[in-house]
């Protein structure tokens, strides 16, 4: 494995660990060192190489640097298991333990949890897309199934916060990530107007 390869598993390992994905370049040194000292025992000069590599990871959009004082957040859709729906949990794990890429979608938490909730309540746990009648109760509860989605994703620059969530049924969920380029900005130009709407209405 490369460096950047090696680090930025090393990043999303340590931001599993915390349950966030800000980190300084502190806590990484520390995290990473008997890794990186085992796999790169021939580098000398281990702290520079760390933030080289970081460097090149921010140039890739899969990190950014918070401010000029050694701290980091990790972005991309890489996907955190504080992130998920507890029952999606065993799921996430497996796909990590997995050598293959493979393409999946799992119910992803807002990072702020509060506007899951929000989001939900506001399109009254039913899918965003009009006529949309895929639904069903969860067994532990009398609400609909539904999920979250951010309209504009983390790695396009998009917000955690109301103007970018939707509600969506696991079909139009999967559309919305997977479809093809033309389908997906379709519905994220609708999404995005719908959203809007729904707030408006509901004074938010």
């Known amino acids: 494995m490369t460096w950047k390869q090696v680090v930025l ?5 340590l931001c599993d660990k915390h349950g966030s994905r800000s980190f300084s ?4 040194s520390t995290f990473s060192a008997p890794v990186l000292v085992k796999l790169f025992p021939a580098n000398n000069n281990r702290e520079a190489k760390i933030r080289q590599t970081l460097q090149f ?3 890739d ?4 640097f918070k401010d000029g004082r050694g701290n980091y957040t990790l972005l991309g859709e890489t996907i955190l298991v504080s992130e998920v729906e507890p029952e999606a949990v065993p799921i996430l794990r497996a796909f990590k333990g997995e050598p293959q890429k493979r393409e999946y979608l799992i119910e992803i938490y807002a ?5 899951v909730k929000t989001a939900r309540e506001l399109f009254d746990f039913r899918c965003t897309c ?4 895929n639904s069903f109760l969860k067994a532990d509860s009398k609400t609909p199934y539904c999920e979250v989605h ?3 994703p983390f790695c396009e620059g998009g917000e955690d916060i109301l103007e970018n969530l939707s509600v969506l049924c ?6 919305a990530h997977f479809a093809v380029k033309r389908e997906r900005l379709q519905m994220q130009k609708f999404l995005l107007q719908r959203t809007s709407e729904v707030l408006a209405i509901s004074g938010q």
């Open 9 to 13: 598993q090393l990043v999303t390992q």
């Open 25 to 28: 370049l502190t806590e990484f």
């Open 57 to 59: 990871l921010r140039d």
């Open 61 to 64: 959009g899969l990190i950014a």
């Open 111 to 115: 990072r702020n949890k509060g506007l």
């Open 130 to 133: 009009l006529g949309c009648s």
């Open 150 to 152: 951010h309209i504009t």
């Open 170 to 175: 696991a079909h139009h969920h999967r559309m």
